[in-house]
């Protein structure tokens, strides 16, 4: 597997603004933590052939509710309640770059897959460092490692089923558009 890097590093303005609206970022990342629960739902049950990404998206999307669970355990220490869920601008901007066509669409869903996880990994990365020593820094840690698996995780996914060649034209597509679409994201107290 060839590593890759973002192309965009989310800026300090981001990081003083999830500290000075913490709360809005934790029911923010409830919402995100959920919805990746059920996009590995949905891959599974989307492609029930291919054995390996059904143990993988199976155990993912328990993890995801796990950590769903997690945040919303501290949201309630907090006395805060969940909030319906909003559109991700992110999310959605992905989305569209997704092509038609059985196998070129299954790429784009992996190859998405990980670069999301790896923007996530990078912010929770960045709150994590921020945070003060104490229970919450040490969530934010062990959340950051679990993005950096996940990422890896739906890479790999993607080199089982596709040459490398493909790969890395289509990553170095993705990436590019990634970047542009977190520099126009508002700076706000959210995880995208």
């Not at 597509?173 to 706000?188: N, Q, S």
Request: net charge negative.
């Amino acid at each position: 597997m060839k590593p890759y890097a973002l192309r965009y590093a989310t800026p300090k303005a981001w990081v003083d603004t999830v500290l000075a609206n913490f709360d809005d970022f934790l029911i923010d990342h409830a919402a995100a933590e959920k919805k990746a629960s059920g996009m590995a739902t949905s891959m599974l049950s989307h492609y029930p052939d291919k054995t390996d990404l059904v143990e993988a998206m199976c155990d993912l999307a328990l993890e995801e509710m796990v950590h769903f669970r997690d945040v919303v355990k501290i949201l309630h220490q907090r006395g805060l309640i969940l909030a319906a869920d909003t559109k991700d601008t992110y999310i959605n901007a992905f989305r569209k770059l997704m092509r038609k066509g059985t196998d070129v669409y299954f790429l784009d869903r992996l190859l998405i897959g990980s670069i999301v996880e790896a923007r996530g990994c990078e912010r929770f990365g960045l709150i994590a460092e921020a945070l003060p020593a104490g229970d919450l820094k040490k969530f934010y840690l062990a959340i950051t490692e679990s993005e950096r698996r996940h990422d890896d995780l739906f890479l790999k996914l993607a080199y089982q089923y596709f040459d490398t060649d493909i790969i890395e034209a289509r990553m170095d597509t993705l990436l590019e558009a990634e970047a542009e679409i977190v520099k126009a994201l508002p700076i706000i107290a959210a995880l995208h």
